[in-house]
């Protein structure tokens, strides 16, 4: 589990490092729950701010069927939801499978 960890680790820094160059990805933890989709704590730390997020991989699992919603799908209708004014999580980044950790959001 260890190796996997420092594996995602590096991932995420290179990919968050496209969006903040001076980002540091720390403390990552994977959560529990998710039957179907991973779930992990980090903080990105830049120059004077710590952010927590929460980070979801989804699963190869019934990707592209009919029956599930699509990664990049959902986000619009979270930012949708957003911009009239519902609660919902903040999408901060969407990571493709171009980068190197699947559909992650």
Known sequence: MADHTDNLQQALQVAIRRFLPQA????????????NQKMWFLDVVTPGQSTGLV??????WKQGS????????EVQLLTRAAEHVLPVPAVHYVLTPENGLGWAV
């Open 66 to 73: 009919d029956e599930t919603l699509a990664l990049d799908n």
């Open 55 to 60: 980070l979801r991989q989804a699963s190869d």
């Open 24 to 35: 540091d990805v720390r403390n990552l933890k994977r959560l529990t729950g998710g039957a």
